[in-house]
């Protein structure tokens, strides 16, 4: 039996800072109480001024295992999600070798990473055109969402879906209350025609704005004739936002997320021939992420994610330059905290907005918030202890991911985790891991 207290004079509680110690006993947090508490025998842990909240949920991740484990993998994943204070993440349907999108693959996922989870994962499924009677067993089985693309997803295993197979699985997920989560981006060919594969500025130009709202389009409309819950997984296009709020005045089944990369990059400073920074949609120009910056600050985005999507050098091609060949995806699972909060910092996000962004709210969105999420008692004691002071540098030293490539090598950022603890265990402690495997599978409940 684990039993101890952590005390610091800023615990987020109910939605602020407040001096508290947490008791701890097995994987619950057990009570809490105001202000500094010892208790005779039990182990406390002083944090004074760090801040102390509730673990960092991912809910879009791309892992890569089985079948793809040389671009990334559940042990290197989950290590530095732990780092970065992540203490749950969901995992795509793609890009591991099979693609989550039968009973059987699911399964195979699963023993892929039996003994190699150091955080909580979930995994969602996918929809292809040939699966649709794949869908209902999938989510018996207990992924937490549907994910489909209306552009092509990069992995051949993984073909686009269109408006026709999707009507076709809504009353499946209207029947199971489980959401669609959409690539939203609409592929036709009214781009201009490349001449300089290693220009940025003609990567953006490949993939418009119009692409991504006449994806959304579609999707609103599925939600509202469906009457289902749908998920617009990372937002990039501003020209979005618009119909996005209208659409959300008339219900609450339709959520959206960002990632960190599309609120601290700009188009206008990635440099020609460096596909580190390629990602579909892409990062777009500083004024459209401004409007993102504006939509976030308005509460417009459920919440933040990484989709971490890594690959190795020679598939990011690295070397060649080229952004129309490489593999697009943004490495970064371990930074999300320090990012948004450094970039936050500056456009005036408070800590009580971005904290719930990265915690609470994909716990709603996951249907996990009835043990996860916030610090309550009887909830999961997953928790993550971070120095808001601390300013550090992004390393090839620091980076736990399976590559070490990512377009935040080099930056420096404020806001280290310093540790954290998994189902009341102590993984991560002076932001090195002290303790592996403590990862749960969780299954999506379906009511
Ligand atoms: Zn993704």
């Not at 940025?200 to 959304?216: D, F, H």
């Not at 992420?289 to 690959?311: Q, R």
């Amino acid at each position: 039996m684990t039993e101890f207290l952590i005390y610091s004079k800023r615990c987020f509680i109910n939605d602020r800072f407040v001096e508290s110690t947490i008791h701890i006993k097995n994987d619950k947090i057990h009570q809490i109480y105001n202000g500094y508490n010892e208790h005779n025998e039990i182990p406390l842990l002083n944090y004074n001024n760090l801040i102390v909240m509730p673990g960092i949920i991912d809910a879009h991740v791309h892992i890569n295992e089985p079948g793809r484990d040389t671009w990334e993998g559940f042990e290197t994943a989950t290590k530095a999600a732990a780092i970065g204070g992540i203490t749950t993440l969901i995992e795509m349907p793609l890009n591991a070798s099979p693609v989550t999108t039968s009973i059987k693959a699911f399964k195979i996922k699963q023993n892929a990473a039996v003994n190699k989870l150091h955080v909580n994962c979930g995994f969602y499924g996918g929809v292809i055109p040939s699966n649709l009677t794949d869908i209902e067993g999938l989510i018996k089985e207990g992924v937490f969402g549907i994910k489909g693309f209306l552009t092509h997803s990069g992995i051949d295993e993984f073909p686009n879906v269109t408006k026709n197979h999707l009507e076709q699985i809504a009353p499946i997920l209207k029947k199971y209350n489980v959401p669609l989560l959409l690539h939203c981006e609409l592929s036709d060919n009214n781009v201009p025609k490349v001449n300089n594969p290693k220009s940025y500025q003609e990567y953006l130009l490949s993939r418009p704005q119009n692409w991504e709202t006449n994806a959304i389009d579609l999707a609103l409309d599925i939600q509202k004739r469906f009457d289902i819950k749908v998920h617009i997984v990372h937002l990039s296009a501003s020209d979005g936002i618009k119909k996005i709020l209208e659409h959300k005045e008339k219900t609450n089944k339709l959520t959206v997320e960002t990632c960190p990369h599309y609120l601290y990059f700009n188009a206008e400073n990635i440099p020609d021939a460096s596909p580190i920074f390629k990602c579909a949609p892409p990062i777009r120009e500083a004024s459209n992420n401004d409007k993102l910056w504006g939509f976030l600050l308005e509460d417009g985005f459920n919440f933040i994610a990484s989709d971490h999507s890594p690959a190795p050098p020679e598939i990011k091609q690295l070397e060649t330059g080229d952004f129309f060949k490489a593999w697009g995806g943004i490495s970064g699972l371990q930074f999300t905290l320090p990012i948004l909060y450094t970039e936050g910092k500056k456009r005036g996000l408070k800590l009580e907005k971005l904290i719930p962004l990265l915690t609470k709210n994909p716990a709603e969105f996951l249907g996990l918030d009835y043990k996860k999420g916030i610090l309550k008692i009887g909830y999961d004691a997953d928790i993550s202890v971070w120095d808001d002071t601390h300013e550090f540098k992004i390393t090839e030293e620091t980076i736990q991911h399976k590559h070490k490539g990512t377009p935040y090598l080099n930056e420096v950022v404020f806001g280290k985790n310093i540790h954290t603890f998994i189902n009341g265990v102590q993984v991560v402690k002076n932001s090195e891991l002290k303790t592996l495997q403590q990862g749960q599978f969780l299954l999506n409940k379906i009511t």
